[in-house]
């Protein structure tokens, strides 16, 4: 293909990867490029956190951590919410790095210290509930740009205990290829069967109800959350 691709009469040269809006893509429609890229960046500002966290209370590092490392570890995460596990474990690391950070370094106050609580909800929690917000403009509210996302709604051929029964269910995409059931439709509209069997009146809820439902019932589940195609 080298020299056969064109464009206004300009040949083209073959890439390995191509960058879209800061979203790295291989020729082989992975990301993994790209999170190895975005770790290194976010683990470089959790070496930079840790050199002033000396200097800072609990409070300002973890406003420092929400501003300058975790939109890197966020950025465009539904475009790329297909990679392997082994990734996304990568940056769930660099996340528990800056909350050790966080939470150390500051003394006890006496005479009673409750237990450490994690401050932040995991990185996964946060991909799935921004995920359903997303499908909800879609599937719910008709946002335009939004309409490649869309799936047909479910069928029901039948009505038993063990199948969801919500009117709000879609099909959900078949296949056999592990990476295809991570993407962002076959992994949310896993997610979406499940979220409004639980949830009742979708139909009527605006963006704020949604996001705050979806946060309460991903709550409910583990992490990580293991989907069947149902």
Not at 122 to 138: G, P, T, Y
Not at 168 to 177: G, K, L, M, N, T
Not at 194 to 218: G, Y
Request: aromatic share 6%.
């Amino acid at each position: 293909m080298e020299g056969r691709l064109r464009f206004g009469g300009v040949p083209l040269p073959l890439q390995e990867a191509v960058k879209v809006l800061g979203v790295k893509v291989d020729r082989e429609l992975r990301f993994d490029g790209h999170i190895k890229h975005i770790a290194k960046k976010a683990s470089h500002r959790v070496s930079a956190l840790r050199r002033v966290a000396s200097f800072l209370d609990r409070g300002g590092k973890l406003l420092l951590y929400k501003a300058q490392i975790r939109p890197y570890l966020e950025y465009a995460a539904l475009s790329w919410m297909s990679c392997a596990a082994s990734h996304t474990r990568r940056l769930d690391s660099i996340q528990r790095r800056a909350l050790r950070l966080v939470d150390a370094a500051d003394p006890p106050d006496p005479p009673a210290q409750i237990e450490p609580v994690s401050p932040l909800d995991s990185l996964e929690h946060r991909r799935d509930v921004a995920a359903l917000v997303v499908f909800h403009k879609a599937q719910v509210q008709g946002v335009p740009h939004l309409a490649g996302l869309r799936q047909p709604p479910r069928i029901a051929t039948r009505s038993t205990r063990t199948v969801l029964t919500s009117g709000d269910a879609v099909e959900v995409p078949r296949s056999r290829a592990s990476q295809h059931q991570r993407t962002f439709v076959g992994r949310v509209s896993r997610m979406w069967n499940i979220f409004t069997a639980a949830v009742p009146h979708i139909q009527e809820m605006n963006t704020q109800s949604v996001k705050l439902a979806a946060n309460r019932w991903r709550l409910s589940k583990p992490t990580p959350l293991r989907l069947v195609i149902l």
